[in-house]
């Protein structure tokens, strides 16, 4: 999926990125070893922590989405259970290198796999500790996936001292020592994240940190917590950095981890000369979080010692980025970690660099750069990394030619909808092909047709509209205006004044807004009106996606893409008695079977586009899938356009 960028005018607005990817692999996690159902807020929804998600339920433990907050059910220290199918991790190394912690001291076996890039990154850092707490891998060389783990327990407690700065190694012992007996101590030379120690002493366990050695007792009594995931300081380095090479910008990213681990990145742009501050800070959790009001800026080239990079790691790519807007040289030191990142990622910076005209240099731990006016105008390559891809994206919002990046699906590993925040702060990025993508996703209901298309329309940037909403909108409007919806010229003026703004209004899902669409639904012109209102939405500039029951048949017919997702009306009724009872409504499962059965009978045989598959759509049954299952199959078919 190629994106551009473009010189774009002053970014202004108040917003909020993803939750940090980090805290949000160990909530889920350290969840799934408490005792009682943990509930966390704000969890990054990137494909990342989504692939721990999947892995920890092949794990035995089950996690469920209600509405906006995500409910763990831990097992217990020692209660996993051996999972029948392999462990894909997609793109995520932490989430890869903490689980292979987390099941190292359990007397079963687990395989772990992942993409392309997770497959060709070291893992003999992590295996080499917890080889010595008794076990054994079968891997590829240099310990590369796909891998074997066979576990020990119980297992052997250790002290380690860690010889490269490692978060997730360090993480990693500490998950193997909770179902270890007797005392697993880390030692490290330089602190790294330490997310994980303060989430461990959030539930409960005993663990004390004394100078450079953290000490955990193995087998605590973890208990279930509610938990806010903070935003994430490395997404929130993205738009920040936008609004400082963008002349007149001045934006505010809301509820971010100010962890001072994680902020070495904001320290150096303030030595640079950025317009930061920190308002309204406060402890969350065990974090601590502010908001972060940035302002356009004149930088000045700095030099960030080596000591520094482990609290800035994932933010060299766009450090660089600002230091090639910056007056004068940037050298940034002790750059080696980045060589095994998703990609080379030292390397990827500087044939970014260059390919726009910026003038660098590299040596294996250390990159220089000459800032000033960024020529931009090139392609760079991404290497499946995604803070390249974001941070090259920046580079071209003050370019004096378009960036482009040759792949953007990997964003969504950490900062789905990435494209759609930048646009709206007034970011000019787009895809870069000739005609933007229109997909089309039709179904019964409850058949997973919105969260697919909300994904889908995120990993594309393109905006999302569920057609089901609209009908219900006319009748908010009516019933809100004193109106009568059994008044037929007054149901189409109301259809008439519609706006995709409407399609949000909470109130929406009342009894009484349902009963005034099921009225004016009947009447043609209404119809008519609101048919033309999708057909417009679909030709916007940036491609749209639409779910409904008609969308690759009626609406869109020529759809560059249609998916018509189903599944078996008892699986269905399951996600949706689960779904309202999550949403606190008290409702007897037979009941929504016995709804869902209506409705498909009744679409099925209606008069006016009755529900069916388009020929050329791509039918999927998501009886036996998960949600995940169901996007990546799709995120491949869109792949494949792009």
């Known amino acids: 999926m190629e994106l551009s960028s473009k010189k774009s005018g002053a970014l202004k607005g108040a917003i909020e990125v993803p939750g940090d990817k980090s805290i949000s692999h160990r909530a889920l996690i350290i969840s799934s070893q408490a005792t009682g159902t943990s509930k966390v807020t704000g969890l990054l929804e990137g494909e990342d922590v989504l692939a721990t998600a999947e892995a920890l339920r092949n794990l035995g433990v089950e996690i469920e989405k209600k509405n906006d907050e995500y409910h763990i059910k831990g097992v217990g220290i020692g209660g996993l259970q051996e999972s029948a199918k392999l462990l894909d991790m997609g793109n995520s190394g932490t989430g890869v290198r903490l ?29 080499k500790p917890l080889e010595q707490m008794g076990v054994n891998f079968i891997t590829r060389e240099n310990g590369r996936l796909p891998l074997a783990l066979k576990g020990l327990s119980p297992a052997i407690p250790i002290e380690y001292e860690l010889p490269v700065a490692s978060a997730q190694v360090k993480s990693a012992i500490l998950l193997a020592g909770l179902n270890t007996p007797g005392k697993t101590s880390v030692i490290e030379n330089e602190p790294t994240r330490d997310h994980t120690e303060l989430m461990l002493k959030f539930f409960g366990a005993d663990i004390v940190v004394k100078g450079k050695k953290i000490t955990l007792k193995g087998h605590p009594n973890l208990k279930a917590k509610k938990l806010i995931v903070p935003a994430d300081p490395s997404s929130a380095a993205f738009p920040a950095a936008a609004a ?41 959790c065990g974090e601590q979080v502010a908001d972060i009001n940035i302002k356009y800026s004149k930088l000045k080239g700095v030099e960030v010692p080596a000591e520094r990079a482990p609290s800035m790691i994932d933010e060299y790519p766009i450090l660089a980025v600002l230091a090639a807007y910056a007056t004068g040289k940037t050298v940034m030191k002790g750059l080696k970690e980045l060589r095994v990142k998703e990609s080379d990622r030292l390397q990827t910076i500087y044939d970014g660099l260059k390919a726009n005209g910026v003038k660098a240099k590299m040596t294996a731990d250390s990159l220089t750069v000459e800032g000033g006016k960024v020529k931009g105008g090139g392609l760079v390559a991404t290497h499946l990394d995604h803070r390249i891809a974001m941070s090259f994206l920046v580079m071209g919002l003050g370019a004096e030619n378009p960036v482009k990046v040759d792949d953007g699906s990997p964003i969504n590993t950490s900062f789905p909808g990435f494209v759609n925040l930048m646009r709206g702060l007034g970011a000019e990025v787009s895809l870069a092909r000739a005609k933007p993508l229109v997909i089309a996703v039709d179904g019964p209901a409850a058949s ?11 990993m594309i940037g393109a905006p999302f509209l569920d ?11 009516l019933i809100y205006n004193n109106k009568d919806p059994k008044n037929e010229q007054e149901a189409i003026a109301a259809a008439r004044e519609l706006k995709a703004e409407d399609l949000t209004n909470p109130r929406l899902r009342q009894e009484v807004v349902g009963q005034a669409a099921s009225i004016i639904s009947s009447y043609p012109e209404v ?12 030709k916007r500039k940036e491609g749209a996606v639409l779910d409904g029951r008609d969308i690759g048949t009626v609406v869109c017919p020529n759809a560059d893409l249609k998916i018509f997702v189903t599944a078996g009306v008892e699986a269905r009724a399951r996600r949706r008695y689960r779904e309202l009872m999550g ?16 409705r498909d009978e009744r679409d099925s045989k209606r008069d006016v586009a009755p529900l069916e598959a388009a020929k050329d759509a791509v039918v999927i049954d998501t ?8 996007y990546l199959k799709v995120r491949d078919l869109v792949n494949r356009l792009l």
């Open 583 to 598: 949403q606190g409504v008290e409702v007897a499962y037979n009941s929504v079977l016995d709804d869902l059965n209506e």
């Open 99 to 127: 689980l292979m912690g987390l099941v190292a001291s359990y007397n079963f076996n687990s395989f772990f796999t992942g993409d392309k890039s997770l497959c060709g990154r070291p893992m003999g850092r992590v295996t």
């Open 244 to 284: 400082l090479i963008v002349s007149g910008s001045d934006i505010t990213i809301k509820n971010v981890c100010i962890n001072p681990l994680r902020i070495g990145f904001y320290k150096t742009l303030k030595e640079m000369g950025a317009k930061i501050s920190y308002k309204n800070k406060r402890n969350e």
């Open 448 to 458: 997973g047709k919105g969260t697919l298309s909300r994904r889908i329309a995120e």
């Open 527 to 538: 119809r008519k009106i609101l048919l033309d209102f999708q057909r417009d939405f679909a």
């Open 623 to 630: 009886t036996d899938m998960s949600a995940e299952e169901v």
């Open 467 to 477: 057609t089901g909403r609209i009908y219900r909108a006319v009748g908010l409007k």
